[in-house]
């Protein structure tokens, strides 16, 4: 049997896998990422990783056909280098030139959102479609493009930054520096500080401060009003960044993933209602909007399938 290998590189963790021809996730194993994120022994962390998974599956690195990385950042795709990682505060380093001096095998090194993006086009809710678009609604929005069956990430690097494009100009300040991003009112870290902003101002309501995105969830869905004022305003900000999205690439499916888009159909049903009155061509079909379906395996599995 011959297998790719999977990396997907985190800030805490760093996840390795197996996938075989079929594309199914054989066997995973996770280590930590090295306290600071410094490049060289970071490398070493995921050496060390790669073949303790080889040893677990008792295969040689000749039983495998590539490594794929999925990285924080801009990668340049010919050259698996990390262009820029602020997550990791990289600038030009040889990931992929490292990896494969060590293993001698195939490298290909891509963003993580990209990647997470790729598996769900080819294993999950996009499968049997050309084109999919894959959100992740955590701590940020990122986003995964597949277009007519491509990986998109742009023309040039640094490109397919959903989170950042300007949902509302001179809004709230992003961690990017910008003010207005989307990351700013369609993160889970947005719905978190919107209830914190809301519950100072001393109206009725069960949330508490030092709440997860799931508190205003449920609390939403138990009929609290603040809650509901909130959620709604969340899902309106989403319908707008969904909507754009519809208007200028026009995808057969935009995929959720992240912690938001575990309120399944609380979520999808007022936000497929606000997308339809919003998109431009309403006699056109569009988008369905669906959950991901790969979970935390995305990452892992897409980078494994990453082609040169």
């Not at 949902?167 to 500080?193: F, H, N, P, Q």
């Not at 949330?207 to 709604?232: M, N, P, Q, T, W």
């Amino acid at each position: 049997m011959r297998y790719r290998i999977g990396v997907d590189l985190g800030g805490t963790h760093i996840g390795v896998g197996l996938v075989n021809a079929e594309g199914n996730l054989v066997l995973k194993h996770y280590a930590p990422t090295p306290e600071g994120r410094e490049f060289e022994m970071t490398v070493k962390a995921i050496i060390e990783a790669v073949e303790h998974i080889l040893d677990l599956q008792k295969i040689s690195v000749t039983d495998c056909d590539s490594i794929g990385v999925g990285s924080p950042g801009v990668a340049e795709e010919e050259t698996g280098k990390i262009v820029f990682s602020t997550n990791f505060q990289w600038y030009d380093k040889p990931l992929g030139e490292r990896l494969q001096a060590r293993f001698n095998i195939p490298v290909h090194v891509g963003n993580d959102a990209d990647v997470a993006g790729w598996a769900e086009f080819l294993m999950g809710a996009g499968r049997g479609h050309k084109s999919c678009i894959t959100i992740t609604l955590g701590t940020g929005v990122g986003g995964g493009l597949v277009l007519n069956g491509h990986l998109f990430s742009g023309g040039m690097l640094g490109g397919a930054e959903l989170g950042h494009v300007t949902l509302v100009a001179g809004g709230v300040r992003c961690t990017c520096g910008k003010d207005g991003c989307a990351e700013a009112y369609c993160s889970a870290a947005a719905l978190i500080r919107q209830a914190e902003e809301a519950i100072k101002t001393g109206r009725e309501t069960v949330l508490k401060s030092g709440l997860e995105a799931k508190d205003v969830v449920d609390a939403a869905k138990a009929g609290d009003i603040l809650a509901s004022e909130l959620f709604e305003g969340y899902v309106n900000y989403l319908a707008h960044l969904l909507a754009s999205i519809i208007n200028l690439l026009a995808p057969e499916i935009i995929a959720l993933g992240g912690g938001v888009s575990k309120a399944g159909d609380f979520l999808l049903k007022p936000l497929r209602k606000r997308v339809a009155e919003l998109v431009l061509n309403k006699s056109l079909p569009h988008a369905e909007i669906v959950c991901a379906q790969m979970g935390n395996d995305a990452g892992i599995i897409g980078a494994a399938l990453l082609e040169g």
